[in-house]
């Protein structure tokens, strides 16, 4: 078994563990009633930043905008700044940090307590339990969303043992004739279907896109034929699903929770890797944390 599958695997134990200990400084730092919030990452915590966003504004906590540490993005008088990363160390979030303006609230969900990243802002909630030694990121963002969806009032204390069951059974995907994997989300599961995506690229340097499902037939429906799986995270729309048959493409419309979708994907990603000879933990050109001269 890689490190990436014992760490997928890992997951429903990493869930409790967070919903035990964790479950009351999240609410305390991520809902935040009334305030303006700005959530900031690179790569997979930006894709949980935008999930994230969307969560809060539907629970009714304020407006919350996400953005790319690595981009430009627009100030908006904001009273809280969120940066996502598991290592603490990522440049670009740390020179977000220092360019933020005097005054504003700035509180980091990072895997590592004594980071340059923790250290420069006024809260933390510390995820060390669920911090990786792999490159790609599984068990981190998905306890992250798991907190925040508990902070918001959801209840997934069934999450960890729904996962269990679902992580003991096969993957139950025939994978040999496919080269094309689409995700779709719609709402909150997009950044999940982002994260999806990324993790086949990552994992398996497979040809892996993610789309917001109802825009998926505005043009990427074309290149879908019999070597393409179309994996809808969340709810699906019936006539989209037919339009996706029609070109020859599997289509999977997940029917567990989407966290245990994502955990899935996760899965699927380790396995296309393995069928082509590589090691999904340690993806070509890529380090476990950016950090630039």
């Not at 096969?170 to 599961?189: C, M, R």
Request: hydrophobic share 45%; glycine share 6%.
């Amino acid at each position: 078994m890689t490190l990436t599958s014992r760490e997928i695997a890992s997951q429903p134990a990493i869930w409790r563990e967070a919903l035990e200990t964790r479950a009351d400084r999240a609410a305390e730092l991520l809902t935040m009633p009334g305030a303006r919030m700005l959530v900031l990452g690179c790569g997979t915590s930006a894709f949980m930043a935008e999930s994230f966003a969307t969560l809060r504004e539907q629970a009714g906590f304020g407006v919350t905008d996400a953005a790319y540490a690595s981009e430009p993005w627009a100030w908006r008088d904001y009273d809280a700044v969120v940066v996502l990363s598991r290592s603490g160390t990522t440049t670009e979030v740390v020179e977000a940090l220092d360019a933020l303006p005097a005054g504003v609230r700035t509180i980091a969900v990072t895997g590592v307590a004594d980071s340059p990243i923790a250290e420069r802002v006024d809260d933390v909630l510390l995820l060390d339990f669920a911090d990786e030694e792999s490159v790609v990121q599984t068990r981190f963002p998905t306890t992250f969303l798991l907190l925040a969806r508990s902070a918001f009032g959801e209840n997934v204390n069934g999450l960890p043992a729904a996962a269990e069951a679902s992580l003991s059974r096969p993957l139950d995907l025939d994978i040999a004739d496919l080269t094309h994997f689409v995700y779709l989300g719609s709402g909150w599961t997009y950044g999940l279907a982002q994260e999806a995506a990324l993790k086949i690229r990552e994992a398996a340097q497979a040809w892996a896109e993610s789309y917001p499902m109802l825009d998926y037939r505005h043009g990427p429906l074309a290149v879908a034929d019999s070597r393409s799986i179309v994996w809808i995270i969340g709810r699906a729309e019936p006539t989209l699903v037919a339009d996706i048959e029609r070109t020859g493409a599997t289509v999977r419309v997940g029917t567990a929770d989407p966290l245990i979708e994502l955990a899935q994907a996760q899965r699927l990603a380790v396995a296309i890797a393995e069928r082509s000879g590589l090691n999904p933990d340690a993806p070509r050109h890529l380090t476990r944390s950016i950090v630039l001269g």
